[in-house]
């Protein structure tokens, strides 16, 4: 905890409020309490031990997460051998952890800059989730849509296969959607000469 507020209060950028909670119980207590500010990063040492002197290890991260599901959790070790540090951090994110790094680059010009670094992939991701979930409702949108007229409608990719088709052209060609996407449109769909038209 010493040398994570000396890094942080070393650094030229004053960005980060530090709170140290000294066991497990004190942090969950904290993030329970869900007083303002809330805890936007916790960093993690997996090696300390809690208020009864116990290793909680692994079951430390899984409690804090369910504390804290919105709260970046990075977790600091001892391990400067790179494959050893690649491997936790694979099981730490399984786990649910954002990262993994080394204690060795808690300092005044690294820590400021891992945090920062978190910070804004979370952001990125929470932009993507957020566009993610406004095309998938304007899909959802558009399928109730045309699946709600009168009249046939139907896609295809450049080179001629179905890739969509509503509820209406499913009755009109007696084709399911889901057997004929990706078949090419003169297979599903037949246009036929009747006396001189189309």
Excluded at 68 to 73: C, G, H, T
Excluded at 141 to 164: C, F, K, M, P
Aim: hydrophobic share 40%; charged share 25%.
């Amino acid at each position: 905890a010493e040398l994570v507020r000396s890094a942080l209060g070393n650094s030229a950028e004053q960005l980060f409020a530090l709170e140290c909670a000294a066991t497990l119980g004190q942090a969950l207590e904290r993030l329970e309490a869900s007083q303002s500010p809330a805890i936007e990063i916790i960093l993690l040492d997996l090696t300390l031990v809690d208020g009864a002197g116990r290793n909680r290890g692994l079951s430390a991260l899984d409690l804090l997460i369910k504390a804290a599901p919105q709260a970046l959790i990075l977790v600091m070790g001892d391990e400067r051998d790179d494959s050893v540090q690649q491997t936790k951090m694979r099981e730490l994110r399984e786990r649910g952890a954002h990262d993994y790094f080394c204690k060795n680059h808690v300092d005044s010009y690294w820590l400021p800059r891992i945090l920062r670094y978190a910070t804004e992939r979370k952001m990125s991701e929470q932009v993507m989730q957020a566009a993610e979930d406004a095309l998938f409702e304007t899909r959802e949108r558009s399928e109730i849509t045309l699946n709600s007229i009168g009249d046939a409608v139907l896609t295809i990719d450049l080179q001629g296969h179905l890739n969509y088709m509503n509820i209406t052209a499913e009755r009109m060609t007696g084709w399911p959607s889901d057997e004929a996407l990706g078949l090419p449109l003169v297979q599903v769909f037949n246009l036929a000469e009747d006396g001189g038209g189309l």
